[in-house]
């Protein structure tokens, strides 16, 4: 028996023409557009032996409104320009009530029959939840690329991804690994914030669904070139107004640090005020974070390296407003010191107050979000450095190893290095 991964048509293959929001077909090969990352998903896909089936829905012929022949001419082009093992297609709309219009599995079982493949290896690849469907009744596993234009999803996917790039490493990844599903973004417990001061690079991460919240500081905002530090704040609240936010106070003695506190609080429902845990001459900031947290303000104690500073927080926000406790963890880890036991016992310490959210602080890689997962963190704040590589999540490593090499040898030739 082989495996294969069934691919729905427009939306994967080639992109789907999205008007109002909702995806059609194209009508003629000059429409046709592949995306970039196509092509290499697919030969990663075929490499690692899976047969490569595509399966779609095409009622325009049914409903008269484009003609066989032109379905089919862009069916071809596909195959020849992607090397497709089998095309399935179904020419019914929902009135003839065939057994292959998806969400129906026909088209699925149809193929394995003829191609001998185990469904319960394979993989079904759409953008639409009949896709999504069509899949879990054949007894595959499935994944979802985009966000299904808002269509109610009456079958969750198994995952979902950006790109037919992210899927193929995670389908390959999936089954090396014993066959055991990967965790994807989207399935971790942990929440991810998006560390920055930089509006552009904010915006950019607030596109991103899975990032959750938002932190800043006067260092970031600082290398940012912000001057006004409310008129930045108030700026990036209004275009950011439903997601969590911090903005830390930057005085050094407690009484301007409330006042500065008090002012930045009402700034937007979404705001937690950055409290360091000391000031500069490493006096404890416990009384005032008691106090403003009694007072209903949303706080994050930041600068935090220890359990006993840990312990002082959650006793002093203890029946207060939501709390966020900011461990340091990868500056722990730049001193030599393994910071997942730490933060672990953090994570027990906080139970002990429902209203704080332990934050894994200044991550060094992208392991760490994983890391901080297992222990069960709350959130993780990561720079856009880091966000960007959760693309390499699952990535497989003989298709990784063979592009560092060819790097080499690229960066070599550009070089024009002689010996
Ligand atoms: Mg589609």
């Known amino acids: 028996m082989t495996k294969a991964v069934f691919l729905d048509r427009d939306g994967i293959l080639n992109e789907a023409l999205v008007r109002n929001g909702k995806p059609f077909s194209p009508m003629s090969i000059a429409e046709v557009v592949i995306p970039r990352d196509v092509p290499d998903a697919l030969a990663v896909l075929r490499r690692n032996g ?56 026909g088209m699925l079982l149809r193929a394995a029959i003829r191609d001998d493949i185990a469904l319960a290896e394979s993989f079904m690849v759409g953008d639409r939840w009949a896709d999504i469907e069509a899949g879990r009744r054949a007894g595959c596993r499935t994944i979802l690329i985009g966000n299904g234009y808002g269509e109610k999803s009456r079958s969750p996917p198994d995952a979902t991804f950006t790109s037919l790039g992210e899927a193929a490493n995670w389908i390959v990844a999936s089954t090396k690994n014993g066959n055991k599903v990967m965790k994807t973004v989207d399935q971790l417990t942990v929440q991810i914030f998006a560390d920055g001061a930089d509006k552009a690079g904010m915006l950019e991460m607030y596109r991103k669904p899975f990032v959750k919240g938002f932190t800043t500081n006067p260092t970031l905002m600082r290398k940012a070139g912000v001057s006004d530090y409310e008129a930045f704040a108030k700026d990036i609240i209004s275009v950011i107004p439903d997601r969590s936010i911090s903005f830390e106070v930057f005085a050094d003695d407690f009484t301007e640090m409330e006042r500065q506190a008090r002012r930045i609080a009402p700034w937007g429902k979404h705001v937690s005020v950055k409290i360091p845990i000391t000031n500069t001459k490493g006096e404890s900031s416990i009384p005032l974070v008691r106090k403003l947290s009694q007072d209903g303000i949303a706080l ?10 840990v312990q002082d927080v959650v006793d002093a926000v203890k029946g207060g407003a939501p709390c966020f406790v900011s461990v340091f963890a990868g500056r722990v880890a730049d001193t030599g ?83």
């Open 50 to 105: 899976f047969r490569l089936i595509m399966v779609t829905n095409q009622p325009n012929i049914a409903r008269g409104v484009q003609s066989r022949e032109s379905v089919y001419a862009i069916n071809r082009h596909l195959q020849d320009r992607l090397n497709l093992d089998a095309m399935e297609v179904c020419e019914h709309d929902n009135a003839d009530n065939c057994d292959c219009r998806k969400p129906k599995p």
């Open 300 to 309: 994050n104690v930041t600068a935090m390296f220890t359990l006993k500073q």
């Open 337 to 419: 010191f393994d910071p997942v036991p730490l933060m672990a016992e953090a994570v027990k310490m906080l139970k002990a107050s429902p209203n704080t959210a332990l934050i894994w602080a200044s991550p060094r890689e992208l392991l760490n979000v994983f890391q901080a997962d297992d222990i069960g963190c709350h959130v993780i704040t990561v720079t856009n450095d880091i966000i960007k590589k959760l693309s390499l999540v699952g990535k497989d490593m003989d298709e990784y190893s063979l592009e560092t090499v060819k790097m080499f040898y690229e960066d070599g030739k550009a070089a024009g290095y002689t010996l």
